[in-house]
């Protein structure tokens, strides 16, 4: 199943449960999750259905034993959406296991729902939706005009609280996505985390250095070249990574 790109500044959800206290109950741990960006909620599944037409939604959220359209069936119809969004069920019954995962349902999470569960289960709609696509331009915003940065053009990023700062080669980019999520969106990209608050791009790696037991990287190009520090938790990672692919580029 092809999921829907996800955007850069976040995931966007929709949840459905036709019990009001379940739905309040799921919209808020989603709403303090940082990688989600936006939460939709209804109790009724043909308002989803009107929500999905209008809207872009990455992820569905619902539960199975509704009224009318359950979520069984609902999931039926989402499967054939041109992209379909992921689809989470949150139900109290375990029966219908079998049925979510033919649907290829990204997880399936038992009531009463624990913040740390739906955690994961945000990291598998993340991680499904990574393995489908890969993200090649970051939107960033300065003086209310949007600028499209290629990824490919990002020498290393910087965590600055929540926000992320991407350096290229003409100048930096602050973004509202934490380095945490980019970590796990440009693995695919050849991005490495050095630091806890480092991400690097192993092309731009012109430079490993020890001294003294410390480990730093260069990174960039002629007369705009950056020396980076590597933590210790990360410089073995870090050099069996730029060994392999130099091993791999050899004749």
Same mark, same amino acid.
């Given at each position: 199943?092809?999921?829907?790109?996800?955007?850069?500044?976040?995931?966007?959800?929709?949840?459905?449960?036709?019990?009001?206290?379940?739905?309040?109950?799921?919209? %808020?741990?989603?709403?303090?999750?940082? +990688?989600?960006?936006?939460?939709?909620?209804?109790?009724?599944?043909?308002?989803?259905?009107?929500?999905?037409?209008?809207?872009?939604?990455?992820?569905?959220?619902?539960?199975?034993?509704?009224?009318?359209?359950?979520?069984?069936?609902?999931?039926?119809?989402?499967?054939?959406?041109?992209?379909?969004?992921?689809?989470?069920?949150?139900?109290?019954?375990?029966?219908?296991?079998?049925?979510?995962?033919?649907?290829?349902?990204?997880?399936?999470?038992?009531?009463?729902?624990?913040?740390?569960?739906?955690?994961?289960?945000?990291?598998?709609?993340?991680?499904?939706?990574?393995?489908?696509?890969?993200?090649?331009?970051?939107?960033?915003?300065?003086?209310?005009?949007? =600028?499209?940065?290629?990824?490919?053009?990002? =020498?290393?990023?910087?965590?600055?609280?929540?926000?992320?700062?991407?350096?290229?080669?003409?100048?930096?980019?602050?973004?509202?996505?934490?380095?945490?999520?980019?970590?796990?969106? %440009?693995?695919?990209?050849?991005?490495?985390?050095?630091?806890?608050?480092?991400?690097?791009?192993?092309?731009?790696?012109?430079?490993?250095?020890?001294?003294?037991?410390?480990?730093?990287?260069?990174?960039?190009?002629?007369?705009?070249?950056?020396?980076?520090?590597?933590?210790?938790?990360?410089?073995?990672?870090? +050099?069996?990574?730029?060994?392999?692919?130099?091993? =791999?580029?050899?004749?």
């Amino acid at each position: 199943m092809t999921t829907t790109p996800v955007p850069v500044g976040g995931l966007r959800v929709l949840v459905l449960d036709d019990e009001a206290p379940a739905l309040d109950e799921l919209s %808020w741990l989603l709403r303090q999750d940082p +990688r989600i960006a936006e939460v939709h909620a209804t109790d009724s599944p043909t308002e989803a259905l009107r929500m999905l037409k209008e809207r872009e939604i990455d992820a569905v959220f619902l539960d199975i034993q509704m009224p009318g359209l359950d979520g069984i069936e609902l999931a039926s119809v989402l499967a054939r959406f041109k992209n379909p969004p992921a689809v989470v069920f949150v139900t109290a019954h375990e029966k219908h296991a079998v049925e979510a995962f033919e649907l290829d349902a990204v997880d399936y999470v038992l009531k009463p729902v624990r913040e740390e569960r739906i955690a994961e289960a945000v990291r598998r709609v993340l991680g499904a939706a990574r393995s489908d696509v890969s993200v090649d331009q970051v939107p960033v915003e300065r003086g209310g005009v949007t =600028r499209f940065v290629p990824v490919s053009e990002i =020498r290393y990023v910087e965590a600055e609280g929540d926000y992320a700062r991407l350096h290229t080669g003409s100048g930096s980019h602050l973004v509202r996505i934490p380095l945490t999520q980019l970590e796990q969106q %440009w693995a695919g990209s050849g991005f490495v985390r050095i630091h806890r608050s480092l991400l690097v791009a192993l092309p731009y790696v012109e430079e490993l250095r020890v001294d003294a037991g410390r480990c730093s990287v260069v990174v960039g190009g002629p007369g705009d070249r950056v020396e980076l520090a590597v933590s210790r938790r990360h410089t073995r990672q870090l +050099r069996d990574l730029l060994v392999r692919d130099v091993r =791999r580029g050899e004749p």
